[in-house]
């Protein structure tokens, strides 16, 4: 029986081979992490995280082994949007007590604490290489969390259940059918 993908792989598409974490330990920090291996909550240092990296790399728990951030995965990312140059961490975001359909599934840009993304111009062109494809995109200054990807025209349509204009039908159907779980 052939493997099959996870869901960030199917989002995102597989792990890039020619990118590395290098130095990067944004995750290591800026993300909760609540498996049976390891919890921690957003925003601490991993307990196993050192001025050198991990301390238990060889042996880390599994989350640390197969969870990798967007720019690992999206080659439309530049090198300079690996999160510890950029500013800026991406993931897939699962929220099974999600608030707006738009939340449940969706890809997160969380500029991290101190970032310059927003000035430097690196928030709108990670923003530009996500926003192509039907997942919803949402950006957080760690303060507000907005909805990018749909726009708002077409969100508030497909949110509503209104009938969409001619220009929007296509793109409407395309986030209803994609979206249709979460829209019941």
Not at 39 to 68: D, E, M, N, Y
Not at 140 to 146: A, I, L, P
Request: proline share 9%.
């Amino acid at each position: 029986m052939a493997d099959h993908p996870d869901l960030e792989t199917l989002l995102l598409g597989p792990v890039l081979p020619d990118r590395e974490c290098g130095g990067c330990t944004a995750c290591c920090v800026t993300l909760k992490v609540d498996t049976p291996d390891l919890k921690k909550p957003a925003g601490t240092p991993c307990p196993q995280l050192s001025a050198t990296g991990c301390s238990i790399h060889a042996v880390r728990p599994t989350i640390c082994r197969t969870w990798f951030c967007a720019w690992r995965r999206v080659a439309a990312l530049p090198d300079e949007a690996r999160p510890d140059r950029s500013g800026l961490i991406v993931s897939v975001s699962f929220n099974r007590a999600a608030r707006h359909p738009f939340e449940a599934i969706a890809l997160t840009v969380l500029a991290l604490p101190g970032s310059k993304a927003v000035a430097s111009g690196m928030a709108a062109h990670v923003l530009d290489a996500l926003c192509d494809r039907p997942i919803a995109v949402w950006f957080s200054d760690g303060q507000r969390k907005m909805l990018m990807h749909p726009e708002n025209d077409v969100s508030q349509i497909v949110l509503s259940g209104a009938e969409a204009p001619p220009q929007l039908a296509a793109e409407v159907a395309l986030w209803r059918q994609q979206y249709a779980a979460f829209l019941a």
